[in-house]
């Protein structure tokens, strides 16, 4: 079976009046950092996560074998494996590894620590698309491990660079402390967790690549982006993922600095397609014609993403402009709702959202209102919503999502292995779950960017999801703070922070 990835002490500070600006300033020699998150964490699991914070907050305390910038345009950088070969038929992939790797309890990372990672992805119902393809993990001697593979897979090598290395004698010791209390292989160890308030890292020593710059970090959970932005302001907090809400107040500021990244990730209207009226492609249609994309986007993100009706982005591999895009046309949805049989006002149940998509939900709610579908706005607590969407306990909702990696990772949005996972749609369909597992053995590039042409046209024109914008990941921070340029999809790295 597939599995799931897709995927939330305060530093010392000077602060001062800059000609009626409030200016804020890292005290000399400051070695700690404050980074805010909107809501917490469920887990800190190596394999078992499912959101971007927790992934946020694991790249910082394990490590990959290898480094690969989401942007596709280099090479694997070395981290624990420092080489690795392919054989010719693209079957095996042998890793060699570092000798001098250790984890967070001192003991050293082996290759069967290596294997045991491997296969804790492959039974990972949240994690497993990251070694798709993978039959079995050798560990040849303690520092050199092979992957075999059941075909050729071109993205193998960009979804295990994902995988986090995690300690087999600690997670044999107690399967609970693995998941709340990591010992890690990466530039953090973790130290304590206050639910709902904070968790604590501190720069680990042994660290094969030196010790990192920032030695405490603190992670804050701040539901209130507007206590976000003061906190940012006063030197609270030093670093933070914004929303668009307070981005204005923020770049008034000369004392922090506004960072915005391209990402693939997809803000989308999901409707459940095994309830009425979802099951209907013309009331899909409908629902997509009736989004004014622009105005969203105006509206719920000052701006701050780019229109497409397209879950694929448009700097990602298989987008092409020939592919349907839906525009605002609301006369065009009222005449599919006719076709459709749906006499209006029509009842289309209850929007269900995350509190953080309360705004977005108001706008969508008077789109459908202007064609005459209502909707009665829902708002819950992240987590349980979560439970409810992947238990398709929901008519209707709104949220953003990232499946990042190569394009192989939106089979999770589309296919029937995923049902109850990310194919929050329930969206089953033969020729899609088989367009995907074409494309996932397809070696050609041509070949594969018309077999990902043939899925994305299929999901335009089944009106799977109304999907609205690829939103920016805008990041607020101290502008004393250093941080290097961030790549494509918006991931950060601690240990390359300095003051």
Same mark, same amino acid.
């Given at each position: ?33 404050? &980074? ?17 914070? +927790?992934?946020? &907050? ?18 694997? $950088? ?40 491997? #296969? !804790? ?77 904070? &968790?604590? !890292? ?38 933070? +993922? ?7 107040? !923020? ?7 506004? +960072? #915005? ?14 309830? $009425? ?16 994309? $622009? ?90 919503? !979560? ?12 949220? #953003? ?40 053995? $397809? ?18 024109? #089944? ?37």
């Amino acid at each position: 079976m597939k599995k799931f990835t897709a995927i939330l002490a305060a530093a010392a500070m000077a602060i001062t009046m800059v000609g009626g600006t409030l200016n804020v300033s890292a005290a000399a020699g400051d070695t700690d950092l404050t &980074i805010a998150v909107d809501t917490d964490i469920d887990t800190l699991h190596a394999s078992d996560f499912s959101t971007t914070i +927790e992934s946020s &907050i694991l790249n910082q305390i394990y490590d990959t074998l290898l480094y690969m910038n989401p942007d596709g345009e280099h090479d694997p $950088e070395p981290r624990i494996a420092e080489s690795y070969t392919i054989s010719d038929d693209g079957l095996d992939y042998t890793f060699y590894l570092r000798d001098d790797v250790t984890f967070h309890d001192g003991t050293a990372l082996t290759a069967a620590d290596v294997k045991f990672s491997l #296969e !804790l992805y492959m039974n990972s119902n949240y994690q497993g698309d990251k070694v798709t393809g993978l039959s079995s993990v050798e560990a040849v001697d303690d520092y050199t491990v092979v992957c075999h593979l059941e075909s050729a897979y071109s993205p193998f090598l960009l979804g295990v660079c994902q995988v986090y290395i995690a300690s087999e004698a600690y997670y044999e010791s107690s399967a609970e402390d693995f998941a709340s209390s990591p010992v890690g292989s990466g530039p953090y160890k973790y130290v304590s967790r206050t639910k709902g308030s904070n &968790i604590v !890292l501190e720069a680990y020593d042994g660290y094969y690549r030196g010790e990192a710059a920032i030695q405490t970090l603190t992670y804050e959970v701040i539901p209130d982006q507007s206590t976000t932005a003061i906190a940012l302001q006063t030197g609270e907090i030093d670093f933070a +993922e914004i929303d668009s809400s307070i981005l204005t107040q !923020l770049a008034a500021n000369s004392s922090i600095h506004i +960072e #915005e990244v391209s990402t693939s990730g997809f803000s989308y209207v999901c409707m459940n397609l095994d309830t $009425e009226p979802f099951d209907n492609v013309l009331v899909r249609q409908a629902i997509n014609y009736a989004l004014n994309r $622009e105005n969203i986007v105006a509206v719920c993100y000052d701006g701050e993403a780019e229109v497409n009706s397209n879950i694929c982005s448009k700097d990602r591999f298989g987008y092409s402009e020939d592919q349907l895009q839906y525009t605002y046309d609301p006369d065009k949805a009222i005449e599919l709702l006719e076709e459709a049989g749906i006499e209006t006002p029509y009842d289309l149940g209850t929007l269900l959202v995350a509190e953080k998509y309360s705004n977005l939900a108001t706008v969508i709610q008077s789109d459908l209102a202007a064609v005459g579908l209502n909707v009665e706005i829902s708002v819950q607590e992240f987590n349980s919503y !979560l439970t409810d969407l992947t238990s398709g306990s929901y008519d209707i909702t709104v949220l #953003e999502m990232t499946l990042d990696g190569d394009t192989q990772s939106l089979e999770m949005a589309f296919t029937t292995d995923y049902i109850g996972t990310a194919n929050n749609a329930r969206y089953s369909d033969e020729e899609m779950d088989q367009l995907f597992a074409d494309a996932q053995v $397809e070696t050609d590039t041509d070949a594969r960017a018309e077999i990902f042409n043939q899925i994305f046209t299929k999901a335009q024109e #089944e009106a799977i999801y109304a999907v609205i914008c690829n939103p920016l990941t805008v990041y607020a921070y101290n502008s004393e703070l250093t941080c290097p340029e961030f790549a494509f999809e918006g991931d950060y790295f601690v240990y390359d922070f300095s003051w």
